[in-house]
């Protein structure tokens, strides 16, 4: 991946060929990591463009103003302390400065580890607490109605009754969705390989509901372009190629107005919506993590607040003596 500024260049290949960040990931560290950069050139009067900051690199005149990239590599706090001063005025949710904290903290771990600075200045900045949003779920109700939006008599209607069905069924995240090959459904053991962050793999079992409409919509695209190779993805745009995680969320978005339901609801809202599920009709926390592919259980223990907080609100309602009278 190009940047203008070389050592940011650097860090954007590293998450995704090591780290194998997904594009959109990578995306969203670059431009964290470039709006530093033009803190740095704005505050500190440092040449923006390429050709400027090599021939100060080159020259190694001491009286020559600092560039970007010696900045970055002089690992200063106060520097670091200020800019987030900065954002702070500019009136930052708490999330989003915390994830430019984080981003910064991962470019100044890449670069102690390659020996681009001798310390880590992130290691005396602290992360700002903030509250902890619970997840958006809907009712099975609400889910009932998305799922029977789409027309299944052809074969694009079919493709996203299964995408829709899949989703519910397994509480995939959307990029996981778009990359089911033909080989990953085992309709026999109903169940999918999914390949989760981090490229890491997980087996996940599916709904006999899922498997009718990934059945019938293979079915129906088979006939009409002969039967896919292991390795060709599963769900299709007209076009025959790989749908793009943009196109689903869309496709969400269509049958959510055709349904008459909150425009709000996204595709993430069916994978709370799932764990939320599971855990209503008594699924082991463990396992929900394990279909959820979070590598913490903290992550999931997040859905435990809503099925406790709903515990409460019928105990409140349905005990004779919950309340003061």
């Not at 989003?96 to 903290?105: E, Q």
């Not at 290691?123 to 903030?130: C, D, E, G, N, Y």
């Not at 025959?240 to 909150?262: F, I, N, P, W």
């Not at 709000?264 to 008594?282: E, K, M, Q, V, Y």
């Amino acid at each position: 991946m190009h940047d203008s500024n070389p050592l940011i260049g650097q860090f954007l290949t590293y998450l995704i060929d090591e780290r194998h960040f997904s594009p959109y990931t990578s995306r969203c560290y670059g431009l964290d990591l470039r709006q530093f950069a033009e803190y740095l050139t704005a505050e500190h009067a440092i040449p923006a463009n390429q050709a400027a900051e090599e021939a100060s690199l080159k020259t190694r005149n001491p009286s020559a103003k600092k560039t970007v990239t010696d900045w970055l590599l002089l690992g200063d706090v106060e520097v670091i302390r200020a800019y987030l001063t900065k954002m702070a005025e500019q009136n930052y949710s708490p999330a989003t400065t915390a994830r430019k904290i984080a981003t910064l903290r991962s470019f100044h771990k890449w670069m102690e580890k390659r020996g681009y600075i001798g310390s880590n200045p992130m290691t005396l900045i602290r992360t700002p607490k903030q509250p902890r949003r619970l997840p958006k779920a809907i009712s099975v109700d609400q889910i009932e109605k998305l799922l029977a939006a789409p027309s299944d008599g052809e074969v694009l209607g079919a493709r996203d009754r299964a995408i829709l069905e899949t989703l519910y069924s397994t509480g995939i995240r959307v990029s996981e969705v778009v990359g089911i090959n033909r080989a990953d459904v085992d309709i026999e053991r109903q169940q999918i390989i999914i390949r989760g962050k981090g490229r890491r793999e997980r087996v996940v079992p599916l709904g006999v509901h899922a498997l009718g409409s990934i059945g019938k919509y293979l079915t129906m695209i088979e006939s009409e372009r002969g039967p896919l190779a292991p390795t060709s993805p599963l769900f299709v745009n007209k076009h025959g190629t790989r749908l793009s995680s943009r196109s689903v969320r869309r496709k969400v978005a269509k049958y959510l107005e055709q349904a008459g339901l909150d425009p709000d609801i996204s595709p993430h809202t069916i994978r709370h919506s799932f764990a939320t599920h599971l855990l209503d009709n008594g699924a082991d926390l463990r396992a929900v993590q394990e279909l959820l592919g979070h590598q913490s259980l903290s992550s999931t223990q997040i859905y435990t607040h809503l099925t406790t907080q709903k515990m409460r609100d019928a105990y409140d309602r349905a005990h004779p003596r919950a309340e003061a009278g």
